[in-house]
Structures are given as C-alpha cells and as structure tokens.
Nanobody, 125 residues
C-alpha cells in the first residue's frame, strides 16, 4: 500500500501564498517511478485538476485557472511533491488532494490510484 499525506493548508488572505506538501510512504512506494498530481474540491463541486508533474520532474501541466500562480515540484529523495501557491484568490478555497497517477491521462481523478486525505485551503477576501 501507498500512503499520501498532505500538509501546509490553512487560512490566508487574498494575494497571499501557501506551500502544500505531499509526503509519500509505503512498502510498494517506488515514488520516483510515478507521476503525481494535485486536485482540489470545493463544497458542492466536483474534484478538479490543479497540476501534474512527471516522475522525473518534467511533464508539468497546470489548470488554466492556476497557471502563472501555482508551481508544482517534487523531491524524489524525500518522496515528496509540493504545490507552491501564490497570488491566492477566494475562488482557490478548497480541499487540496495529492494523488499518484496510474493511467495515461492526467486531468481526471480516475487516472489516479492513491489519494491523500486532503488539506484545507481557505482564502479570505
């Protein structure tokens, strides 16, 4: 099994920044062999794609809504993926999840097999 634990969420004013972390562990981890993604889910809405990073740190993709403000990165030596979020807006308020990709696509939740419990991000106006 693989465990993913997100951290770094919190309450921030609009225009502020947060850095989310996702630490991976588990017997069958092989963290550096897998692409990882960040998703978010606001109340009453479907889970949506935020960012993706390939196993070696390439193949970086962002949702249009966060492009230019968020940066995804990873440190395979620490089995951790990060999401630096700058210029936060109230509409970024959501629970943020990291996940390990298993399929060919990267924008839909069904292409991911392991999920963390999520970390709440709240942006006040």
């Amino acid at each position: 099994q693989v465990q993913l634990v997100e951290s770094g969420g919190g309450l921030v004013q609009a225009g502020g920044s947060l850095r989310l972390s996702c630490a991976a562990s588990g017997r069958t981890l092989q963290f550096s062999s897998y692409s990882m993604g960040w998703f978010r889910q606001a109340p009453g809405k479907e889970r949506e794609f935020v960012a993706h990073i390939g196993w070696s740190g390439g193949m970086i993709h962002y949702a249009d809504s966060v492009k230019g403000r968020f940066t995804i990165s990873r440190d395979n030596s620490k089995n951790t993926v990060y999401l630096q979020m700058n210029s936060l807006k109230p509409e970024d308020t959501a629970v943020y999840y990291c996940a390990r990709r298993r399929g060919l696509g990267y924008r839909v939740p069904s292409e991911y097999e392991y999920w963390g419990q999520g970390t709440q991000v709240t942006v006040s106006s």
